[in-house]
């Protein structure tokens, strides 16, 4: 692929490691200067910017809790003051480890603490970081992408809460596509069925889950984050500007399949 991205500037939230890293090199391949976002893990974002960097484009971190609004507002003064504008935007950043712990539980266990944290970061994040995105991609036909899951609309174990927040995510899309749309700006959600990352190591079961994905999947293998990641950069390119406020599902066919017993 030619670098069709070139002269764009991306910034992943949550980009150091799993489905955000993937996205973050994805888009980097195709052309685009790429800012990351990370929380804790200082040396692996640094060195996702290597990679980025070997690619031969720019590339640049930034902390911040993405489940605090002044963190937010001052990671967009930052990439306001150094670079002045942006062309995509990639909401991605999840709460894990103990973050989570009270908010990734069985529903009649689960606690304020946890649940407060997922909201904070997977659904009050994506309006804060999204108000400050917008006015940055002024005239550059912006792209901005959420991550969601296909556990909106199945069950998985623990996974209440996280499901209640990407739907709202999935919603607040719907809303922004139709407010910011005569802008030229493109608003969607990629919404992934299960990938191998450390957030899916959490699940209780998490090689028998994979195991059976892997059957029932119609595309006969279990995700990987550049699946997402090649979809995300798919809908940074102009000719997908006439999707607008929709949620892509993109899990190999599995969700297809939903309610039928593994053969
Ligand atoms: N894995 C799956 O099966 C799957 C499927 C569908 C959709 N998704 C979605 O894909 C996205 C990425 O998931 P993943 O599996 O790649 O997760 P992951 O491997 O757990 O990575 C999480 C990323 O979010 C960052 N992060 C955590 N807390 C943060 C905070 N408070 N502020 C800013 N950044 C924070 C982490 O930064 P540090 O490294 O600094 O901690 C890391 O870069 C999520 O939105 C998730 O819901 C995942």
Known sequence: MDKVLEGKLAFITGGSRG?????????????????????KNKEKADQVIKEIEAKGRKGYAIQGDFGKKEDIDRVFEEIKDKF???????SNAVASGREVVGGFAPFLKLREKGTDRIFNITVKGFIWSAQKAVPLMKDRKGKIIAISST????????????????????????????????????????????????????????????????KM?????????EDLANVVALLCLPEAEWI????????????????TKES
């Open 19 to 39: 489905i955000g890293k993937a996205v973050a090199l994805k888009l980097a391949d195709w052309g685009a200067d790429v800012i990351i976002n990370y929380y």
């Open 84 to 90: 002045g504008y942006l062309d995509i935007f990639v």
């Open 151 to 214: 556990g909106t609309k199945d069950y998985m174990p623990y996974y209440a809460i996280h499901a209640a927040a990407k739907s709202a995510l999935e919603a607040l899309v719907r809303y922004l596509a139709v407010e910011v749309g005569p802008m030229g700006i493109n608003v969607n959600t990629v919404s992934g069925g299960p990938v191998d990352t450390e957030a899916l190591q959490l699940f209780p079961d998490y090689e028998l889950i994979k195991e059976r994905v892997s």
């Open 217 to 225: 999947t119609p595309l006969g293998r279990f995700g990987t984050a």
């Open 244 to 259: 607008q406020g929709q949620t892509i599902v993109v899990d190999g066919g599995l969700s297809l399949i939903r309610g």
